[in-house]
């Protein structure tokens, strides 16, 4: 058995030390010095698939001589997750899930937990088995494949693995787990990085699909080191209010599919309800005829969504104008400003401007300029859109009016949604089809002012 080595690097410019110290004299950061494995024996806690004697050699190959197979995924019977990993769970993978404290990540595995027709172990360091269980029963009360392990120490994980056999593995959290192999406390970056590293040799050695929840610091990012992200097939980001029922699940990588795909879910007294037609909760249905709102189409991976726009002009009570704006990019929204003011003639560089995308989601197509647009100079002359009216266009610089992509599956959703009239530029190349909706086509700002304050 080869013998425990460990040293001390700097987690900041990778300097190498042979003991802690507070301040890295190569860089000059403090507390960037972190344990770090070097050697350890060989983990003997599971069994592997094959022994050495049998392992294949790799050979450098062709293109044209690799032979592939349908890729195999596992569905989970949850429609939103599998939509954001891509189709399902691939064997072998590992699945990072972070969110902030109380968001729902426990809720929403164990509820993914007690629906898997596969086996499923779920290790939790931090809940004893009494309290998973009641709100397991409050989630499903007849949960048929799903085995509960309060365990923190990875030896002792892997021991009951090997005796129980699951086919899906779940941990909550990676913050608590702890090996023997690194003597520092659990939570610690050594600790988190050395208990990631063993689970993605016993995932890739058994194909068993391994899903992690991981903290979150004060800054929204992951806890622990970055290169946590990278060793993880896949990253999810559990996200929304805590004050409210609505939460977003989003992949910010994924090596298996697209990082595009958004779930919803809704937090209910019995667990997470998926949201199948999220443009209902985005669109307030407020019936009064209210100033500064327009309605974007836009998309989320290859999901159309309907939201709303909310703007406030107002004038500026202090020497310099505010920008602000939520869920939607300041620097854009500058960009437009300065585009009504130089294209178009509204004196907008005295007022403060105020905007946000209703729902909590923040959304980065440009397809909702024209919506954007509409919502401030409805908000500046006080005047409001027409409520059965729809925008998904681009604004260029020179204010003119830029056709967006798939703007076929945008008119689609909202004609399903009952909008009446749709404006979109004048260059959109449109399939002849029979629509009900009314397509209006613009070509510059002007145009839009036209057409919707005359």
Request: glycine letters at 4%; a negative charge; aromatic letters at 6%.
């Given at each position: 058995m080869a013998k425990v080595k460990t040293t001390f690097y700097c987690q900041n410019c990778g300097s190498q030390?042979?003991?802690?110290?507070?301040?890295?004299s190569a860089c000059g950061e403090w507390n960037t010095i972190v344990e770090e494995l070097v050697q350890k024996p060989d983990p003997k806690d599971w069994k592997t698939p094959a022994s050495k004697d049998n392992k294949r050699t790799n050979r450098p190959?062709?293109?044209?001589?690799?032979?592939?197979?349908?890729?195999?995924?596992?569905?989970?019977?949850?429609?939103e997750l599998d939509r954001v990993l891509g189709g399902g769970l691939v064997p072998g993978s590992l699945t990072l899930l972070g969110g902030e404290p109380g968001i729902g990540k426990s809720t929403l595995l164990?509820?993914?937990?007690?629906?898997?027709?596969?086996?499923?172990?779920?290790?939790?360091?931090?809940?004893?088995?009494?309290?998973?269980k009641m709100r397991a029963e409050r989630i499903n009360p007849n949960p048929a494949n799903c085995?509960?392990?309060?365990?923190?120490?990875?030896?002792?994980?892997?021991?009951?693995?090997?005796?129980?056999?699951?086919?899906?593995?779940?941990?909550?959290?990676?913050?608590?787990?702890?090996?023997?192999?690194?003597?520092?406390?659990?939570?610690?970056?050594s600790q988190i990085r050395e208990c990631t590293a063993e689970l993605i040799k016993f995932a890739k050695e058994t194909d068993t699909p391994v899903i992690l929840i991981g903290h979150i610091t004060k800054e929204g990012s992951i806890a622990g080191p970055k290169v946590l992200e990278h060793m993880v097939d896949t990253v999810l980001q559990f996200e929304g209010d805590r004050n409210h029922v609505y939460r977003i699940l989003r992949a910010h990588k994924n090596r298996f599919g697209s990082t595009h795909e958004l779930g919803i879910y809704e937090m209910q007294g019995s667990?997470?309800?998926?949201?199948?037609?999220?443009?209902?909760?985005?669109?307030?249905?407020?019936?009064?005829?209210?100033?500064?709102?327009?309605i974007a189409a836009t998309l989320e991976g290859m999901r159309p969504l309907m939201i709303e726009i909310q703007a406030l002009v107002s004038t500026a009570v202090y020497g310099t104008p505010q920008r602000s704006a939520t869920g939607y990019n300041a620097k854009r929204l500058n960009m437009l400003l300065a585009v009504l003011e130089k294209r178009a003639g509204f004196r907008l560089g005295a007022k403060d401007v105020f905007l946000n995308v209703t729902g909590g989601i923040s959304v980065d197509d440009p397809a909702i300029d024209l919506a954007v647009v509409a919502a401030i100079l409805s908000s500046n002359e006080d005047i409001a859109v027409e409520k059965d009216i729809c925008f998904a266009a681009e604004v260029g610089l020179a204010g003119e009016i830029r056709p967006v992509t798939r703007v076929e599956q945008r008119i689609m959703e909202a004609e399903k949604l009952g909008f009446a009239k749709i404006m979109v530029s004048k260059q959109s190349k449109i399939p002849k089809n029979n629509f009900t909706i009314e397509i209006i086509k613009v070509a510059k700002i002007e145009d839009v002012v036209t057409h919707l304050f005359g």
């Open positions: 030390y042979s003991k802690w110290q507070g301040k890295c190959l062709k293109i044209a001589e690799i032979e592939t197979s349908p890729e195999n995924r596992w569905k989970t019977s949850n429609t164990l509820q993914i937990s007690l629906q898997l027709i596969y086996k499923v172990l779920y290790v939790s360091g931090e809940e004893s088995q009494q309290q998973i085995y509960i392990l309060t365990e923190t120490k990875t030896q002792n994980i892997f021991r009951h693995i090997e005796s129980i056999d699951p086919q899906v593995v779940i941990i909550d959290s990676i913050q608590t787990l702890h090996s023997d192999y690194i003597e520092s406390s659990p939570g610690s970056i667990g997470l309800r998926e949201v199948s037609n999220p443009s209902e909760i985005l669109i307030s249905k407020n019936d009064e005829d209210l100033s500064g709102t327009a």
